[in-house]
């Protein structure tokens, strides 16, 4: 039998609770648990973070790309700049570069494109050549007014 460990943390602004074994990732936690299908691994070497040990969660805030939506479940700003400029094609690494975004919105306010593009430097894209993702994120830069109203909050 497998020891299991109590995981308590902040999903999208509610609080939750799981049992998992100790080397249960986060990721597989929020995907399989709280059906945050928007998590995805990335290198799955543990280099990216991705794959962060749930258990290493515990106490902590976590927001994923399902608690950007307005409240109504359309698209927040960000996302539907994306939508506008086909920021996105096969959607892989799209929720991560969204969330991404959103951090840098909410603490720079109109950031400069080369703030966005320092900003996802991290995310591998093998799409869309990120021209498209900087070009939503400059729209939305450009129309700035208080950043809560783009940025996505947890609900």
Do not use: W
């Not at 039998?1 to 100790?22: I, S």
């Not at 506008?84 to 096969?90: D, E, F, P, S, T």
């Not at 969204?98 to 950031?111: D, K, V, W, Y």
Request: proline letters at 3%.
């Amino acid at each position: 039998m497998n020891p299991v460990v109590v995981v308590t943390l902040e999903v999208n602004g509610t609080r939750q609770q799981v049992e998992v074994e100790p080397r249960t990732l986060l990721a597989d936690v929020l995907r399989e648990k709280f059906s945050a299908k928007g998590t995805h691994l990335g290198c799955e070497h543990g280099v990216c973070g991705a794959c962060t040990v749930a258990a290493q969660a515990a106490g902590h805030r976590v927001e994923t790309v399902e608690s950007l939506a307005e409240p109504d479940g359309s698209l927040n700003e960000l996302q539907g700049a994306f939508q506008k400029h086909h920021g996105l094609q096969c959607g892989f690494c799209t929720p991560g570069i969204l969330m991404s975004l959103t951090a840098l919105f909410r603490t720079t306010q109109h950031p400069s494109e080369d703030q966005i593009r320092e900003f996802i430097q991290g995310h591998i894209c093998r799409c869309t050549g990120y021209q498209q993702m900087i070009e939503a994120a400059l729209e939305v830069s450009e129309h700035a007014g208080d950043v809560s109203e783009h940025a996505g909050s947890a609900r």
